[in-house]
């Protein structure tokens, strides 16, 4: 994200799929494809609980989200309850945003209503 944000350019598909919940344990055993979004909840528990320098980037993109939208960053997950060796992981956001600060909302950003 650090990159991204000083070249000033992503280029990504030009859509955005609803968060994928399930995550069946082989598909995070390395980096989960991001380009359509749905998917990033299981990246971001990926990075948490992953080594050393995935902790850290893990570190750097809750520094960045709390940057950009005053709010934390996290993750929480659960067993699957369908008896498959599977997770529900959820992207978390806690906090409320700063008075004035523009928050992210789909693919537009909108001005907190407080």
Do not use: H
């Amino acid at each position: 994200m650090n990159l991204v944000l000083q070249r000033g350019i992503a280029l990504t598909d030009n859509r955005r799929l609803p968060l994928q919940r399930r995550f069946p344990l082989s598909e995070l055993g390395g980096p989960v494809d991001l380009r359509d979004g749905a998917a990033v909840g299981g990246e971001i528990f990926r990075l948490k609980n992953g080594d050393f320098q995935e902790k850290e980037r893990f570190r750097r993109i809750q520094s960045t989200f709390r940057g950009l939208t005053g709010r934390g960053l996290d993750v929480r997950a659960r067993p699957a309850d369908d008896g498959e060796p599977a997770l529900v992981i959820e992207p978390t956001v806690t906090g409320s945003a700063p008075s004035g600060r523009s928050i992210w909302q789909g693919p537009a950003y909108r001005k907190p209503s407080c």
